[in-house]
C-alpha cells in the first residue's frame, strides 16, 4: 500500500519551483507552504512558482485565501505564480461562492504550465497586464 503524501514537497525544474500540495490540508500545511516557498526564493533564483493541487481532494474558500496569499508572497519576491491541478468541483465551488480568482493563472496540470513558460507565453500576458496599468 502506498502512503498518501502529508506534507508538501518543493521541487526544483530549471529556474522553477514547484509546490506539490498534499491531499489533505490544514493551517500547518498552509504555513509549510509558505515558509517554503519563500525559502526556496531566496535561497535560489526563481523564475515561476508553480503550486501543484493535483492531490487536493477539497479546497475551500478560506484554503484558496492561504493559497492565494503563498502566491502573492512568491510575486512579491520577483517569482510569477501560477496553480495547476485544481479540479472541476474545486473551481465551481470557488466561483459560486463569489471568491476573487482574478489575477491566478491556473493550468489543468503541470506540463501544460512548463509547456507554456517554456514557450514564453505566461511572461508575454504578464507584460501585458502590467502594460495595461501603466
Do not use: K
Not at 28 to 42: A, G
Not at 50 to 55: M, N, R, T, V
Not at 72 to 83: T, V
Not at 93 to 109: C, K, M, Y
Request: charged content about 20%; aromatic content about 6%.
Amino acid at each position: 500500500m502506498i502512503e498518501s503524501q502529508s506534507r508538501p514537497l518543493s521541487t526544483r525544474i530549471r529556474q522553477n519551483l514547484v509546490i506539490t500540495l498534499p491531499g489533505d490540508l490544514g493551517a500547518e500545511t498552509f504555513s509549510s507552504v509558505q515558509n517554503m516557498t519563500l525559502d526556496s526564493i531566496r535561497a535560489c533564483p526563481t523564475s515561476f512558482v508553480i503550486f501543484d493541487c493535483s492531490a487536493v481532494r477539497f479546497l475551500d474558500a478560506d484554503e484558496f485565501e492561504q493559497l492565494r496569499q503563498a502566491a502573492e508572497m512568491a510575486r512579491a519576491l520577483g517569482a510569477y505564480p501560477c496553480l495547476v491541478g485544481l479540479r472541476p468541483e474545486t473551481v465551481i465551488l470557488l466561483v459560486e461562492a463569489d471568491v476573487n480568482i482574478a489575477g491566478i493563472r491556473a493550468f489543468s496540470g503541470l506540463n501544460e504550465a512548463l509547456n507554456e513558460i517554456d514557450a514564453g507565453e505566461i511572461h508575454g500576458r504578464q507584460f501585458q497586464e502590467n502594460s495595461r496599468r501603466s
